[in-house]
């Protein structure tokens, strides 16, 4: 049976152990974003585990360094245990702009997807910002099918108009809103 899974709050000193996470994921559609319309293209791609060396965009120490950045930004970061290993973790920074949250980060280890980790790390980052007074949440969606399908079923929708400065960091990505 496999072991119960823990959500708590994760401190700075944690942060390195975004490294205990498995990025790795076969994606067979990708979405491409026109104003509120997805559209799907099939094929076969593969996003690879973060380097464990190095400082480029897909390593350790770029995502360590990213959650460390959204924590300087007033955000707090959450992580789900199973068996004393980090297997996932969310961040949310409240009021990115006034009333609006954004879910800044978000990673399930990919042996344990699918089990219902990443809708309690969402559910707990709504609860967060929601008690921070925001009343939107935007998210910069990895555009592969699961996630995007993981956000539309969480009630987030491709965004008509994306925040400029999150458009300009990610412009291949969907951006997503949803009420809190
Ligand atoms: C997107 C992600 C965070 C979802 O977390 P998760 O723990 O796998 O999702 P859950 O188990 O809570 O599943 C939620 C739903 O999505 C489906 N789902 C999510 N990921 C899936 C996958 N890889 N394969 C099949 N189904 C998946 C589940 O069946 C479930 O469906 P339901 O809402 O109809 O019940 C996780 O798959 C992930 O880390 N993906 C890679 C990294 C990524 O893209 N992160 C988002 C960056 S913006």
Redesign the pocket.
Do not use: P
């Given at each position: 049976m496999a072991a119960p899974v823990e959500i708590r709050a994760l401190s700075r000193d944690d942060l390195a152990r975004v490294g205990e996470?498995r990025?790795a994921?076969r994606i067979e559609v990708l979405f491409e974003q026109r104003g509120t319309e997805l559209i799907a293209r099939h094929g076969s791609w593969d996003?690879p585990n973060w380097h464990v060396d190095g400082e480029g965009d897909h390593s350790v120490d770029a995502q360590q360094r990213a959650v460390e950045h959204y924590l300087d930004m007033g955000g707090t970061a959450i992580g789900a245990f199973s068996d004393a290993h980090l297997v996932?973790i969310?961040v949310v920074v409240p009021h990115l702009r006034p009333g609006i949250a954004q879910?800044a980060?978000?990673?399930?280890?990919?042996e344990?997807?699918?089990?219902?980790?990443?809708?309690?790390?969402?559910d707990d980052l709504e609860t967060i910002a929601r008690r921070a007074g925001d009343s939107e949440m935007v998210?910069?969606?990895?555009p592969?099918g699961?996630?995007v399908?993981?956000?539309l079923?969480?009630g987030f929708r491709p965004m008509e108009h994306p925040l400029p400065e999150l458009f300009a960091l990610e412009p291949e990505?969907v951006h997503m809103s949803k009420p809190l």
């Open positions: 996470i990025r994921e996003a996932g969310g879910l980060f978000l990673h399930v280890s990919s344990v997807r699918a089990t219902g980790i990443g809708i309690r790390l969402c998210v910069t969606a990895t592969s699961n996630t399908r993981f956000y079923r969480r990505d």
